[in-house]
């Protein structure tokens, strides 16, 4: 197949830290996933008095309703232009996935963020470096229509810019995510006025492919259809090498020298 990405969806990318990517999977796949995913909560679809949870966290599956959601044509042709041919792995199921209720109670785990993706050894928590050890994108799975009453994750525009100049100094160990959120939220650039708000909205089907270092955040569900959403990682084959010396970055790669003022 050609291209699924164009060229401005690439620099839109690399500057602004995600691209969504319409019908990514089938919506009739989404719908026969979601219907799986509705038997393992538990909970009637036809009565909400049973959602008692703002929301209801389940594990990842490798089923092969979700093997087919994540290994489509379409999604690896964009792997291969946002990470590099050769340079992620393809995955072979989805997870986690957290349900949202519409529900009146904090949810508490609506704070900005960056995701960890390794622990070292000796040390606790996920953490993160420059060459972004462990993950190659953060991605976010739409099993159901989200709009902007749907509980859509939140993104700080841009942001995934402001992370590099953090990491750098930390060397290939890394920080801890809780230690490189205080650092950003101290120097005011974890919730960033200087950032634009945009919401993961669209329809069943399509995936945000998104920088591994992208600052977003939940928020509470103010509709009345639960939102089903997974958001695993892409896993890389290697670190990212920042200083290749025959100038073929991929876009993730290119986004980190970015923020690094780098050319």
Sequence with gaps: MGDVLTADQIEQFVTNGFVRLPEAFPRSLANECRAFLWRETGLDPDDPASWTEPVVRLEGYANEPFQRAATTERLHGAFDQLVGPGRWVPRVGLGTFPIRFPHPADPGDAGWHMDGSYTPEGESGYWLNLTSRGRALLMLFLFSDVDDETAPTRIKVGSHLDVPSFLQPAGESGMDLFSLCTAMDEAGQLDAPHRPLALATGQAGDVYLCHPF?????????????????????????PLDLDRSDGTHSPVERAVRLGLGLT
């Design 214 to 238: 992208l600052i977003h955040a939940a928020q509470p569900h103010r509709g009345t259809a639960p939102r089903f959403l997974a958001q695993p990682p892409l896993i890389p084959t290697g």
